[in-house]
């Protein structure tokens, strides 16, 4: 049974770019376009039924890690639509703009800050230019999409948030906006939270869940859509302890990317600048993966000061102040670290560190915890003998971890296309197997195969996982 396939093992080379990516997110089941057949929907995805699974693992990864393990934290699912206030309060509605400029020749649109004499000028100075100042600089340049120059208008602000109206009625009383953070259903869940939980500082709050922004320039499959997931958690302390949790959580932060089998030497920090700082934050650091467009943010860590509770304290007249029992009745309004990931810019990071190809196949070498499959059956052949024991290992198997089952085609591109999905092991039930009640586990990275006794199969891939590396 081992000659079935005659396999060669040469060297895997990482995802060469984003367009391979997406193709088999698209054949796979991965990822599919929004809407794709009214011809798309530009900057939104799907996932398919192999997409979700991973979706779900990674947010089952963060969650455990944040709440579970972590029991200091809890968590809450704030909805999405929330008093107009909150985002005067908080500040979006006067700063959450973006520099937009728009190209008169082809009406391309850019992000200013985004363009190489921006950029380099914002290097210069130390911080971002002022309209006026990016405006000058743009006058001569090329439009980066049709290579026109002197096209570019000057650059206005935009505000990323999106409108909709409350009620049949859509006007101006009745203005919501759809959330561009999960971070304010927290703020104003802070006393709520502490109160019914009998919680005492330092304590956190974690939550998953949708958010909005109208992006200029949406684009790079997932990495940048107008609709995505974030992964937040603000830890609340007392002021003057804020750089020293700082540091705790950039550490557990960049462990839980390593502990996933993201690896350590695709990630690294990047350190906010003045300049970079949004309007909230002290102090602010990346965590950056090295995706096939280059090092970019995965998540973010920032010391959001005392900002958002205060602010929310002055707007909605309800003091969000803490009273310290330990620290003889002294009042004050806690100090917020928060870390921040997307959950689908994770599952993208996961899809490009596991994609692995050569000639002859493509191998998504997921980590155990994040492959949609855990294993693979197949019956040699599809004959009754085979069958039979097959399907009773299928069900059994299913029991334990998603498992998927294939009886088509030659049993070499059986295993391509579970590699192609990143299965561990396949399992192949053949003549020599019923005689002695055996299989072959094949092992999806060696390519290895051993034969092992039928009702140790569980035990062995468990065993496996347990020791994976
Ligand atoms: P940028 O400056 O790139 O627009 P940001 O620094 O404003 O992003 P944060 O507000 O810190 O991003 O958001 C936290 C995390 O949410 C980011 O690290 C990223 O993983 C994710 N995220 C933010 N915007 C998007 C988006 N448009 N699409 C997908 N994920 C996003």
Redesign the pocket.
């Known amino acids: 049974m081992n000659d079935v396939v005659a396999e060669s093992n040469k060297p895997l080379k990482d995802l060469p770019d984003m367009p391979t990516l997406v193709s088999l997110a698209k054949r796979r089941g991965f990822v599919f376009q929004s809407s794709e057949i009214y011809g798309g929907l530009n900057s939104c995805w799907d996932y398919g039924p192999l997409g979700i699974e991973v979706k779900l693992a990674v947010k089952q990864s963060w969650w455990n890690a944040m709440t579970r393990l972590q029991d200091d934290v809890e968590g809450i699912d704030a909805s999405i639509l929330m008093h107009p206030r909150v985002w005067e309060a908080s500040g979006h509605v006067e700063n959450f703009n973006d520099p937009l400029v728009d190209c008169k020749q082809c009406k391309a649109r850019h992000r200013a800050d985004h363009l190489k004499p921006v950029k380099e000028l914002e290097k210069k100075l130390g911080f971002l230019p002022k309209l006026e100042e990016m405006a000058e600089v743009l006058a001569g340049t090329a439009c980066p999409a049709c290579g026109t120059k002197g096209t570019l208008t000057p650059p206005r602000l935009f505000n990323m948030m999106f409108k909709t109206h409350m009620g049949p009625i859509a006007d101006d009383a009745n203005l919501v906006y759809l959330r561009p ?1 999960t971070a304010q259903g927290i703020f104003v869940n802070f006393r709520n939270v502490q109160e019914s939980m009998r919680r005492r500082l330092p304590f956190g709050i974690a939550q998953i869940g949708k958010s909005f ?1 109208n ?1 200029i320039t ?1 684009g790079n499959f ?5 609709e ?1 997931e ?1 992964m937040e958690m603000q830890y609340f302390v007392k002021p003057g302890t804020d750089t020293e949790f700082f540091e705790q959580w950039r550490q557990k932060r960049f462990e839980w990317h390593t502990s996933n089998g993201i690896r350590k030497e695709k990630l690294r920090f990047h350190p906010h600048g003045p300049n970079e700082l ?1 309007h909230y934050a002290k102090q602010a650091e ?1 965590i950056q993966y090295e995706f096939p467009i280059g090092w970019q ?4 860590i ?1 010391n959001r000061t005392d900002f958002d509770l205060r602010r929310h304290g002055e707007f909605s007249g309800k003091s969000l102040q803490y009273v310290d029992t330990a620290d003889g009745n002294n009042k004050y309004i806690p100090y917020v670290i928060e870390t ?3 959950c ?2 994770a599952v993208l990071t996961v899809l490009c560190d596991a994609f692995r190809f050569n000639e002859e196949r493509v191998v998504m070498q997921f980590h155990p915890n994040f492959a949609p499959y855990k294993v693979a059956v197949f019956p040699l052949m599809k004959k009754e003998e085979l069958v039979g024991p097959a399907q009773k290992l299928y069900a059994e198997l299913r029991k334990h971890y998603k498992t998927d089952y294939d009886d088509t085609g030659s049993i070499g591109k059986r295993y391509r296309r579970q590699e192609e999905i990143g299965t561990p092991f396949c399992v192949t039930i053949d003549y020599d197997g019923l005689t002695d009640q055996t299989v072959t586990i094949r092992h999806r990275d060696t390519m290895a195969q051993e034969r092992i006794s039928i009702d140790k199969v569980h035990a062995y891939i468990q065993n496996a996982f347990q020791n994976w590396s």
């Open positions: 953070e922004r992006e949406p997932t990495f940048r859509t107008r995505f974030q949004a990346d943010e995965l998540e973010g920032h921040a990931v997307g689908d810019r």
